[in-house]
Each structure stands twice: as structure tokens, then as C-alpha cells.
């Protein structure tokens, strides 16, 4: 068993860039985020302790987010690979990450880092629009609705989200900046690290990663 980890900041390209590797490898996409909606979902002792938190509108705890991605590696063999995409985000939770994946027979390969220039990912965010009624996202200059401000889908309005207006951004990148570099830092000593350049296009980032993967 092995896995990747695709480190960067808002805005950085994660989730493309991980549904280009997984279509393109039989790597096993794991968000973090979707496995606690699943076992929230399915009411399990583990989901049932993290809604507790989240209905609080708290964090949910290291230990119960790494329960949850034990049980995940628990049922998968000895051949499965995983890509974690956006986890850790922490120190201690890549400490943890290492002994759930020893304790599974495991290792993490390499771990990407997404590397883009502060304005591109401020111009990426605060161009982002969604449409209130379907949810279909697009961008003020890369992915333009035909009628500004009006969904080509569904003839929906657009908005901007809270969290992508500029000054939010700004705020957000300087959150991952100092939650991240004790990540690098960890990871590069451990060898695993490697950068990619995400400052350009999707298609040019995942030619680089999948020529970079062992």
C-alpha cells in the first residue's frame, strides 16, 4: 500500500489536478472531507462523534479525523494507492498520517506541492462566481457566463462567495502559509517532496505531476 499527498494552498489547483491523476492512474482519490460527510452519513461511533463537533461549528478533533482515515485504509489491500488531497494540514497530522500508514502496511511515496504565485491565486478566487440556483461555478476571465452576472445553465444569478473576495484571501493564504511550512519543511527532510509548478494551466500541472510520479 502506498499513497501520494497533494499539499497547496486555496485556490492552488488540488482538486483538478487530483481528478486529472485519477483518471489517468488507478490512484484512489481520498478527501478528508467527503469520508466525514460519509460517516456521518452512515452513523457510524467515529461519524457520529465528529457531528457533534461539526453541529457546534467546531473543528473536528486530529484524533477523530485520523479514525476515521484508519478505517478507510483498514479496508483497502496491500496493492491499493491513495492520494490524500489537501490532508494533512497540520504537523501533527502528518505525524499521525505516517503511523496509521506504517500500522497499515503502508508508506507515502511522494508528497506534491502545488506552487503558485500569490496573485495568480488571488486572481483565481476573487474571480470566482457561482450560480445561486444550480451551483455552477465559473470565472470573470477565465470561464465567462455568456450575460454577465446570468448562468448559461439555468439563467440563475451569480455571486461571489464570502471566503473569495480579495481581503478573505489574503487572510486564507496567510492561514495555509503558516499552518504549511513546518508540512514542507517535514517532508523534504523526509525526501518525499516534490514541487510542481501549478502557476500556469491544469493540463500543463498534471503533465508535470504524472511525469514526476513513481
Given at each position: 500500500m502506498k499513497a501520494i499527498i497533494l499539499l497547496g494552498a486555496p485556490g492552488a489547483g488540488k482538486g483538478t489536478l487530483s481528478e486529472s491523476v485519477k483518471n489517468a492512474t488507478d490512484f484512489?482519490?481520498?478527501?478528508t472531507g467527503d469520508m466525514l460527510r460519509e460517516a456521518v452519513k452512515a452513523g457510524t461511533p467515529t461519524g457520529l462523534e465528529a457531528k457533534s463537533f461539526m453541529d457546534k461549528g467546531e473543528?473536528?478533533?486530529?484524533?477523530?479525523?485520523?479514525?476515521?482515515?484508519?478505517?478507510r485504509l483498514s479496508q483497502g489491500g496491500l496493492d491499493d494507492k491513495y492520494m490524500f488531497d489537501g490532508f494533512p494540514r497540520t504537523l501533527e497530522q502528518?505525524?499521525?498520517?505516517?503511523?496509521?500508514?506504517?500500522?497499515?502496511?503502508g508508506v507515502i511515496s511522494q508528497v506534491f506541492l502545488l506552487e503558485v504565485p500569490t496573485p495568480v491565486?488571488?486572481?483565481?478566487?476573487?474571480?470566482?462566481?457561482?450560480?445561486?440556483?444550480?451551483?455552477?461555478?465559473?470565472?470573470?476571465?477565465?470561464?465567462?457566463?455568456?450575460?454577465?452576472?446570468?448562468?448559461?445553465?439555468?439563467?440563475?444569478?451569480?455571486?461571489?462567495?464570502?471566503?473569495?473576495?480579495?481581503?478573505?484571501?489574503?487572510n486564507r493564504l496567510d492561514v495555509y502559509q503558516r499552518q504549511t511550512a513546518s508540512?514542507?519543511?517535514?517532508?523534504?527532510?523526509?525526501?518525499v517532496l516534490v514541487r510542481i509548478n501549478a502557476g500556469e494551466t491544469p493540463q500543463e500541472a498534471a503533465k508535470e505531476m504524472l511525469e514526476q510520479l513513481a
Amino acid at each position: 500500500m502506498k499513497a501520494i499527498i497533494l499539499l497547496g494552498a486555496p485556490g492552488a489547483g488540488k482538486g483538478t489536478l487530483s481528478e486529472s491523476v485519477k483518471n489517468a492512474t488507478d490512484f484512489i482519490h481520498i478527501s478528508t472531507g467527503d469520508m466525514l460527510r460519509e460517516a456521518v452519513k452512515a452513523g457510524t461511533p467515529t461519524g457520529l462523534e465528529a457531528k457533534s463537533f461539526m453541529d457546534k461549528g467546531e473543528l473536528v478533533p486530529d484524533d477523530v479525523i485520523m479514525r476515521i482515515v484508519e478505517e478507510r485504509l483498514s479496508q483497502g489491500g496491500l496493492d491499493d494507492k491513495y492520494m490524500f488531497d489537501g490532508f494533512p494540514r497540520t504537523l501533527e497530522q502528518a505525524r499521525l498520517l505516517d503511523e496509521a500508514m506504517t500500522k497499515a502496511g503502508g508508506v507515502i511515496s511522494q508528497v506534491f506541492l502545488l506552487e503558485v504565485p500569490t496573485p495568480v491565486i488571488v486572481s483565481r478566487l476573487s474571480g470566482r462566481r457561482i450560480c445561486k440556483n444550480c451551483g455552477a461555478v465559473y470565472h470573470i476571465t477565465n470561464i465567462p457566463p455568456k450575460v454577465e452576472g446570468i448562468c448559461d445553465r439555468c439563467g440563475g444569478q451569480l455571486y461571489q462567495r464570502p471566503d473569495d473576495t480579495e481581503a478573505t484571501v489574503l487572510n486564507r493564504l496567510d492561514v495555509y502559509q503558516r499552518q504549511t511550512a513546518s508540512l514542507i519543511d517535514f517532508y523534504e527532510k523526509k525526501g518525499v517532496l516534490v514541487r510542481i509548478n501549478a502557476g500556469e494551466t491544469p493540463q500543463e500541472a498534471a503533465k508535470e505531476m504524472l511525469e514526476q510520479l513513481a
